[in-house]
């Protein structure tokens, strides 16, 4: 794993020229939005309903990600990367143009037509962009670059905005914007110039033109073809746009009505907001250790509905003065702080949620469907938003829920809808669990897991301190481990939840329970076969002195059956701590105890003898027990 900050990704052009561009592409699309929206309100000279104008606008961006997002996937596919990024920010700068023209033109069609062909433009993007990543990173870099990609295109979003806003403030209106538009698309397309050969999946791939047909087999591909972590992970994702999407088209309406707020509250709002999301996301690649941690999706969760009800229940209360109140005068009410903790909790904890879903999706699909699955994703995002607007009229209008308890229904709802996914998808509960374990009661440092091969089969092999051991071992290397433990440990409360969803396999002594031994060695091999890394304790008992204990014969039994190589780790410093043996510990002594785990040099099978391998582990403990 990799040392480095996740911001040494900006420094290297495998990333840097991409991420420019996609930061750019975002900043354009909500530049161009947000002067659209505004010249309906302020500028234009219309005899229609200038409201219904304005929902126009949503509708006209958000229908091309129906429409052309299956394309958008099979295009990613068949075609490279970087050459099909090119041709879009090519289009980009024509599809400016015209809009650009529109401004000058005072022409609203022309200005609807931009729009259209702006959403179309992010439709076939999107895939893309989402896609290339997991082909230009290393995969202990995934999180921290899609951390990267979130904040750029969350503090872009609220650049673009301000920035609309303050082209929009003078007379000379149209020339600002026209010429900022296609500007920054041409300074796009300049960076994109810069991104390093991304080869096709499946050049062979034959383009179904049929949209309607190839976006409900893309849809299928997503979420019936997909292992459950990859197609609940795109209903989370998913899930999280509608509550984006409630929450982002709210707030003015709660500035005003609540806060008692001008456009300047509603600015101030919206940054705290894209700033928690930037810090959660950045946040992330820490908290994961930079691998790929979906247990940091039920953290994000939690903290999404704690702060959604607190948002509710600290709004109110705020006084009403003959004009509305700037940024200013309202930071003087002791109660805006606590609102405005609420938003960046909101925005951090939804950082937290959505950064390990990109990278687990992208992490876990097969490079030859990788863009067609995000395509997927995109259209169920565009779906969840459009009903997130149903949603927010049945309860605003029919209902007749104020904004703030609107908010705490959709906290609320977030509780039925993540505790679905996790019921289904149990790994993300269970990894939630370790981290927390290792994020809490222990420190974990690593020393050299980079031996740990990213693919194939190994038997991992380390010596048994305590009751949590595996769980410290799980949390702490990049790949899902399949443990070899006690069966009566296997079997403890609470604790068999997260076995068993880890896959691990229960053994007794050959003489203890015949058939429980001889199904865990046809498991292990199973496992092997498979290509995938198997952790045993060849002690075949916790240690009831911090001492190694003699190691069992069962690793020649498994390298016999199935060769494959041998990893020796150490556990250093867990004598003594909670869940050791230690007779002296007491019960808060170490509580919270900061620990290594060590690998040593991987040994050929017909070298791994027990012997020899209590030799190296011992080795690697050394005198830290």
Known sequence: MSGHSQFSLLGKRRFLPFFLTQLLGAFNDNIFKQSLILAILYKLSLEADRALLVNLCALLFILPFFLFSALGGQFGEKFAKDALIRAIKLAEILIMAVGAGGFLLNNLPLMFLALFAMGTHSAIFGPVKYSILPQALHED??????????????????????????????????NWVAGAIVLVACVGYLASRGIPRAHAAMPELKVDWNIFRQSWSILRLGLQQQTPSVSRSLVGNSWFWFLGAIYLTQIPAYAKEWLYGDES???????????????????????????????????????????????????????????????????????????????????????????????????????????????ANNILNALFMVISAIASILFLSLAKLSIPQLFLAVSLMNIAVNSYIFKLVPEFSMRFLIWLLTHSMYRVEQRNLQVIPDEGAAVLVCNHVSFVDALLIGGTIRRPVRFVMYYKIYNLPVLNFIFRTAGTVPIAGRSEDLLIYDAAFKKIAEYLRNGELVCIFPEGKLTSDGELNEFKSGIERILDETPVPVIPLALQGLWGSFFSRDPHKGFFKRLWSRITLVAGQPLAPELAKCDALQVQVGALRGSQR
């Open 141 to 174: 870099e995934l999180v921290g670059g899609n951390a990267l990609v979130e904040m750029g295109t969350f503090l872009a979003i609220l650049a673009g905005t301000i920035g609309a806003g303050m082209m929009m403030s003078g007379s000379a209106y149209a």
């Open 265 to 375: 509250v509603v600015t101030l709002i919206l940054t705290v907001f894209s700033v928690g999301i930037a810090s959660g996301s950045m946040l992330c690649e820490r908290l994961s250790g930079g691998k790929v941690e979906v247990g940091l999706v039920p953290f994000g969760s939690l903290g999404l509905t704690v702060f959604g009800v607190l948002l509710w229940w600290h709004s109110g209360g705020f006084a009403a003065g003959l004009e509305p109140h700037n940024w200013l005068a309202v930071l003087t009410e002791p109660q805006a702080w606590w609102v405005l903790a609420d938003i960046f909790g909101i925005g951090l904890f939804g950082g937290f949620y959505i950064v390990p879903l990109y990278a687990l999706i992208q992490a876990r699909t097969a490079e030859n469907e990788r863009a067609r699955v995000i395509a």
